[in-house]
C-alpha cells in the first residue's frame, strides 16, 4: 500500500527550461510536505517543504504547489540547471517532526 | 547534512553474520530517525528516538533489527543473522530545530551475500 506515490520514474528536460515533478498521496493525516534531492552515495537533501495550510511555497528557483482536494503536490525548478541532475523525492508526514513517508524518486536529467 | 555521519559507510556482510550500524550526530538534535532505503526504492520508516527513548519502532521488519541510543546522542542500529533482504541502504536522519524537516547522513550501504 503506497501512500505516497512518484507516478514518473524519470524525467529529461533542456537547461534552461522548467522542470516539473509531480506527487500523489492517499493518507488525508498527511499535512506536511517535503521535497528531497539525492546524488548518488550520497543522503537526501532537504530542499523545501509545505505545510498544508498553504498551496504555496517559494524559495529561490524551487516552487512547491500543493493541491488538498486533489491530494496531489508538484514541485517547479524554474530555470532547470545541470547540477540538478539527481533524483528526487517527496515525503509526506502527519505532523512536522513525525516520521516521513517517501514517494519511490523521479530521476532528473537536465542537458546543457 | 546537518552534521550527521554514519559508519561504516560501506559493509558487506555474509548471510548470518551479525552487523552494527552507527549514527552519530551533532549535539543538541533531540529527535533521531533510522530509514532503509532498497535499491530503486524510497526509504522507508524504521525507528525512531526522542533523546534516548525509542518512542516509535513499528517500521522494523522484523525481531532481528534492534537500534538502541542510550545517551541520547549517538545511536547504533543493529541487526542480527542478516538476509540477502537486508541488503540495502541505511539512512539516520535528524530533525531540524523547528522539528520540521528532517536532515540525513551519508547512509551506510550494507550488503549481505
Known amino acids: 500500500d503506497q501512500q505516497v506515490k512518484q507516478n514518473s520514474p524519470s524525467l529529461s528536460v533542456q537547461e534552461g527550461r522548467i522542470s516539473i515533478l509531480n506527487c500523489d498521496y492517499t493518507n488525508s493525516m498527511f499535512d506536511y510536505f517535503l521535497w528531497y534531492k539525492k546524488y548518488p552515495a550520497e543522503g537526501p537533501t532537504f530542499l523545501i517543504s509545505?505545510?498544508?495550510?498553504?498551496d504555496k511555497n517559494e524559495d529561490g528557483r524551487f516552487t512547491v504547489f500543493l493541491n488538498k482536494s486533489a491530494k496531489h503536490l508538484s514541485l517547479h525548478i524554474v530555470p532547470s540547471q545541470p547540477g540538478d541532475s539527481a533524483v528526487y523525492f517527496c515525503?509526506?508526514?502527519?505532523?512536522?517532526?513525525?516520521?516521513?513517508?517517501f514517494g519511490g524518486g523521479t530521476r532528473v536529467l537536465v542537458k546543457p | 547534512g546537518a552534521g550527521v555521519s554514519q559508519s561504516p559507510r560501506y559493509k558487506v556482510a555474509k548471510r548470518g553474520q551479525d552487523v552494527a550500524l552507527r549514527c552519530d550526530p551533532i549535539?543538541?538534535?533531540?529527535?533521531l530517525f533510522w530509514y532503509q532505503q532498497a535499491l530503486g526504492q524510497g526509504p522507508e520508516f524504521l525507528t525512531y528516538f526522542q533523546n534516548e527513548a525509542q518512542l516509535d519502532k513499528s517500521g522494523l521488519p522484523s525481531d532481528r533489527f534492534f537500534a538502541e541510543r542510550p545517551e541520547g546522542s549517538v545511536s547504533t542500529l543493529k541487526i542480527q543473522r542478516t538476509q540477502q533482504e537486508d541488503s540495502a541502504v541505511y539512512l539516520c536522519a535528524v530533525a531540524s530545530q523547528s522539528y520540521n524537516e528532517q536532515f540525513f547522513g551519508p547512509g551506510t550501504r550494507l550488503t549481505v551475500l
Open positions: 549535539s543538541g538534535h533531540v529527535s
Open positions: 509545505i505545510s498544508s495550510i498553504k
Open positions: 515525503a509526506a508526514s502527519a505532523a512536522a517532526g513525525n516520521k516521513l513517508t
